[in-house]
């Protein structure tokens, strides 16, 4: 099946700073979403991406499609205790797979 | 309102008992999901419903066995399940299925199997 490299695996920072975090494919993909998931609950949606070269913002989140259609990045600015969890990205390719694809996603922890 | 709601939150079943997990959405969606999730790793696609209908069964073993009783409502009922079978059991539905939908998860059922 299709594979999405997420990176970093984890993160550690300070309160107050940017994050950035990435996927990459060697396929095409047609949609990138991007979900927040802390302990004990499901994935929540942050921000869903369509078309090549977007960019989407949601609050202090924002994210892209990569232009080649094989890559999308998600920024955090100003980073915040609550932010903490564990961010990944999914998409649907162009080979016609019917299920999401999931990278193995980014744990972030921010100290204080 | 993009919620789905699973019950119960947690479950302890033995190897020899039959349980089902619950899974209601009143969006209106038509496709509805099942992943399982181990700590840590992404989340797992077992089933996919299309119009209450089972369009996916990812080679998921007979001891899980999905239900849609109509377009609002999901279980799973489980039955002689393997201690390696706990993990986090994750509800979605999405407007269609198919490519470019968005899925939105329920909270989950976190199972132990003793």
């Known amino acids: 099946g299709q594979q999405l490299n997420q990176s970093p695996q984890s993160m550690f ?23 927040k998931q802390e302990p004990g609950e499901g994935p929540v949606l942050l921000i869903a991406l369509y078309k090549a ?6 609050g202090r989140l924002t994210a892209q499609f990569g232009i080649t259609r094989k890559d999308s990045f998600l920024n955090i600015s100003a980073s915040i205790p609550s932010d903490v969890g564990i961010y990944f990205c999914a998409g649907y390719s162009g080979g016609g797979a019917d299920g999401l694809t999931f990278g193995k996603g980014t744990h972030l922890i921010i100290q204080p | ?11 302890v079943m033995g190897m020899t008992n039959k349980k089902s997990l619950k899974c209601e959405q009143h969006m209106g969606h038509r496709a509805m999901y099942w ?18 209908k089972l369009s996916i069964n990812e080679s998921v073993p007979s ?10 409502l999901l279980n799973l009922h489980l039955h002689a399940l393997q201690p390696e079978d706990s993990a986090l059991y994750l509800c979605a539905s999405s407007q269609f299925a198919g490519r470019n939908e968005k899925l939105f998860f329920g909270s989950g059922t976190q199972l132990s199997v003793l």
């Open chain 1, 53 to 58: 070269g977007e960019l989407t913002s949601n």
């Open chain 2, 1 to 11: 309102d993009t919620e789905v709601t699973q019950t119960p939150k947690h479950l």
């Open chain 2, 35 to 52: 992943y399982k999730q181990k700590a840590k790793k992404p989340p797992e696609l077992m089933f996919v419903y299309s119009y209450e």
């Open chain 1, 13 to 35: 920072i300070q309160e107050g700073e940017d994050v950035s975090m990435n996927c990459t494919s060697s396929s095409i993909f047609n949609t990138w979403l991007w979900y």
């Open chain 2, 63 to 72: 001891r899980f066995s999905p239900e849609c009783p109509n377009s609002s």
